[in-house]
C-alpha cells in the first residue's frame, strides 16, 4: 500500500556539505598510517627486490593490516555520503567523487584477498591468484589514495 508520503515527486533538496568530524578525520588517518606500513612492507619489499616479506616486515605488515581495515571502515561510513553521485550541493567534483568509490572498492578488494588464503577454501594455484589479485588491488588502492590526498592538500593549501 502506497501513501502519499511515501511516492512524492518533489526532488530531493541536497544538503550542504559540513565540516568533517573528528571521527572522519581520525579514521582518515588511520587508514592513511595502516596504508603507509604496508606500502613500505608490501609494495617496498618487492621493489627492492627482497619479496616474499619474512620476519619483522612480514609481522609489521601483518599487524597494520587491522589498522588499515578499521580505518577503511570508518572512512566509509563517515565519508560516503560527502562524496555520493547525485548530490549538486557536495563540494567534491565527479573525478574526487569517484577516486573515493575506488578506494573503497580496491581496500576491500585487497582486505578480502589478504584474509580468504587464510581458509581451506582454496588450492596453491587458487591461492597464488588471490595474491596477485592482492597485490595489484593493493597498487590501485595506493595509486587512488595518493590521489585522493593531492586533492585533498590542494583544497588545504593557502594559495595567497
Not at 10 to 19: D, F, G, H, L, R
Not at 118 to 130: A, K, N, R, V, Y
Amino acid at each position: 500500500m502506497t501513501t502519499a508520503n511515501q511516492s512524492s515527486t518533489e526532488p530531493v533538496q541536497a544538503k550542504p556539505a559540513t565540516a568533517m568530524g573528528l571521527i572522519g578525520k581520525a579514521g582518515y588517518l588511520a587508514m592513511l598510517v595502516g596504508l603507509a606500513v604496508l606500502a613500505v612492507t608490501g609494495v617496498g619489499t618487492f621493489v627492492l627486490g627482497k619479496a616474499p616479506m619474512t620476519h619483522w616486515v612480514l609481522m609489521a605488515h601483518a599487524s597494520a593490516a587491522p589498522l588499515f581495515a578499521i580505518g577503511l571502515a570508518v572512512v566509509a561510513l563517515t565519508w560516503a555520503d560527502r562524496h555520493h553521485f547525485g548530490r549538486a550541493a557536495a563540494c567534491q567534483s565527479a573525478g574526487v567523487k569517484t577516486v573515493f568509490w575506488l578506494i573503497l572498492a580496491s581496500g576491500l578488494v585487497v582486505i578480502l584477498s589478504g584474509v580468504i588464503p587464510m581458509t581451506p577454501l582454496f588450492g596453491t594455484q587458487e591461492q597464488h591468484t588471490l595474491y596477485l589479485i592482492h597485490r595489484y588491488g593493493a597498487i590501485l588502492c595506493l595509486a587512488a589514495v595518493g590521489l585522493h590526498v593531492l586533492h585533498w592538500r590542494s583544497l588545504t593549501t593557502d594559495r595567497s
